[in-house]
């Protein structure tokens, strides 16, 4: 992984680090390029919350906590014109 600060963005450059990850499986279906956008919201429950109540498709109903301790979940694609979301707690 390659992380590039641009302003107040990141990008993340990923490569699959085994057969099985996230990545691998991502990449023989739909080839390279963006994998998905992510967004930081300050307050995750309640954009949850209200995304659930619009019946906005989330990838999993649970926010889980990752890399680096932040609170995240995913916004399926067919809720987001075929783009994978990742919502950011920050």
């Known amino acids: 992984m390659v992380m590039a600060t ?3 963005s ?7 680090t085994s057969e099985d990850s996230a ?7 739909r080839g390279g390029g963006l994998h998905h956008v992510a967004l930081q919201v300050p307050d995750l429950a309640s954009v949850v919350a209200r ?8 990838v999993s109903d649970e926010i889980k906590t990752g890399a680096g301790g932040h609170r995240y979940v995913f916004v399926h694609p ?13």
């Open 6 to 8: 641009v302003g107040e």
């Open 51 to 58: 995304l659930k109540n619009d019946g906005v498709r989330l």
């Open 23 to 29: 990545i691998a499986n991502f990449s023989p279906q």
């Open 78 to 90: 067919s809720s987001a014109g075929g783009v994978l979301i990742e919502l950011v707690e920050g």
């Open 10 to 16: 990141r990008l993340e450059l990923l490569e699959p």
